[in-house]
């Protein structure tokens, strides 16, 4: 058949792509860039008359909240399985529509699908269809390959304002069962941020771990921001990351980032999903070292141990004086999650002459909470094991864990905490018999 008239018969509706739902529907959306938004815009329309669905589903942005998100009448009709949580994820948890999925980002996917094998509905955005009959699901490969080989049914929310990055999914026009097309703006994130003077400090510290040459992955926020905004007296950095920032953006437009010296992927930045602005958008997809790739490769422990002078530069919520690092829940309120947290801080600590580093203020709530603390705090979810911990800096200083007993750990992490409290963590260090 003629591929033009091909895709005219696969044209369909909004309408005709919430009538494909029916109940026990397994559906898996796209993430972030490929967030199915006119799905979820719409969703509100049908979900009332179905039941016992599983929608798995990312976070758009800040909080960004759909109709059928504030239906709290779903209750018992529809389950949100989502492994990363932003603020309104975690009022759809406290309605009883959402729960978290534990995980780490290369393979959770795979393991939800080890469980549950068939996903009914694979839902996404995609660029328009290039001369070779595929269509790009680009800006997010964190889960949606896995989700779109197992899929019964794919449907695509086709939008030409979606940017194409290079190395993104493509799904073959053979394989679509329902293309609804589409025109709104591709999402734009505002993460740039100014950083605190606390920020800055920290970033000179971390600045001193990173040397020309070496390969880095950095989060989201401020700290990182600041963090990487002290690399642009560096010379050919690698990148490495699951996630593409504004910051690296502007380090491989000034060329510090080069990708020259790594050992494997070498002249690529790799990466697996896109939170940016215009400018960013359009680095990433005309520069050509760029190449994302699935979190299954980028987020892969040993691939990211294979990479030499790995560097990877994370935050944390609190971390106890032995050296276990949270950082994704406020006690036993889950208020982020897992992502890629383990998956960095094995590959990096493996990596030869590799440097897993977290960077964090010494205090929260303006200075009235100390995140050095004797123990988690009860509930507090352990997403780095200290076996793990490597280097911790607080704009006091600089703690090594690699190596180091308990003892040594404890009086080190004293010393970087807010002054305020490094009595009480020293007599809370010798009741519990760490110093």
């Given at each position: 058949?003629?591929r033009?008239?091909?895709?005219r ?5 909004v ?5 494909t ?22 969703f509100?329309?049908?979900?009332p ?7 798995i589903k990312g ?7 759909y ?30 529509i959402?729960s ?10 795979r393991?939800?699908t ?8 694979f ?6 269809m ?9 800006g997010?490969?964190?889960?949606e390959e ?10 695509l929310?086709v939008?030409p304002?979606l940017?194409?990055f290079?190395g ?14 589409a ?27 990173v040397?020309?040459g070496?390969?880095?992955?950095l989060?989201?926020g401020g700290?990182p921001?600041?963090?990487g ?18 910051v ?9 980032i080069?990708g020259?010296?790594?050992?494997i992927?070498?002249g ?10 215009e400018k ?14 699935q ?10 141990a294979s ?20 950082s994704e829940t406020?006690?036993?309120r889950?208020y ?8 960095f801080?094995y ?7 590799g ?8 205090t ?10 004797p ?8 997403t ?18 690699r ?6 750990r404890a ?12 009595d009480?963590?020293?007599f809370?260090a ?6």
């Open positions: 058949m003629d033009n008239l091909e895709y018969e696969k044209v369909g509706t309408e005709d792509m919430l009538a739902l029916r109940d026990a529907d397994v559906i898996c959306g796209g993430g972030e860039l490929c967030e199915p938004q006119l799905f979820y815009e719409n509100h329309r049908v979900a008359r179905l039941s016992d669905i599983e929608l976070k758009r942005g800040s909080g960004y909240v109709p059928f998100m504030e239906m709290p009448e779903l209750r018992g009709r529809l389950n949100m399985v989502c492994h990363l949580y932003d603020g309104a994820l975690r009022k759809c948890h406290d309605m009883g959402a978290h999925l534990p995980s780490n980002l290369h393979d959770m996917m393991r939800r080890e469980y549950k094998p068939v996903i009914h509905k839902i996404a955005a995609a660029t328009p290039d001369e070779n009959g595929n269509f790009a699901v680009s997010s490969g964190m889960w896995d989700a779109y080989l197992h899929a019964e049914t794919v449907i929310e939008n304002n940017p194409r290079p993104a999914l493509e799904i073959p026009l053979e394989k679509v069962d329902l293309i609804v097309e025109d709104y703006p591709a999402t734009l994130y505002d993460v740039r941020s100014v950083p605190t003077e606390t920020d800055l400090k920290i970033g000179a510290y971390a600045a001193d771990f040397h020309d070496d390969c880095i992955q989060g989201l700290m921001d600041a963090v905004n002290s690399f642009f007296d560096k010379k050919d950095l690698g990148l490495h990351t699951e996630l593409f920032t504004p690296m953006g502007d380090l491989i437009e000034a060329g510090v080069t020259a010296r790594k050992n992927d070498t690529k930045h790799v990466g697996n999903f896109i939170l940016g602005d960013l958008y359009k680095i990433m997809s005309t520069n050509p070292g760029t190449w994302f790739r979190a299954s490769y980028t987020n892969d422990p040993f691939v990211i990479i030499d002078n790995m560097v990877s530069i994370n935050t944390a919520m609190e971390i106890d004086l032995t050296g276990q690092i949270c406020i006690g036993p889950q982020s999650g897992t992502g890629g947290a383990f998956d801080a590959g990096a600590q493996h990596s030869r002459g440097r897993g580093i977290i960077a964090m203020s010494a929260a709530k303006r200075g009235t909470i100390s995140k050095i603390k123990i988690l705090t009860p509930g507090s979810v352990v780095i094991s200290r076996n793990l911990a490597d280097i911790i800096i607080t704009e006091y200083g600089v703690a090594y864990m190596g180091r007993t308990v003892k040594e009086l080190q992490l004293i010393q970087i905490a807010h002054p305020d409290f490094r009480e963590l020293t809370e010798k009741k519990l018999g760490y110093i």
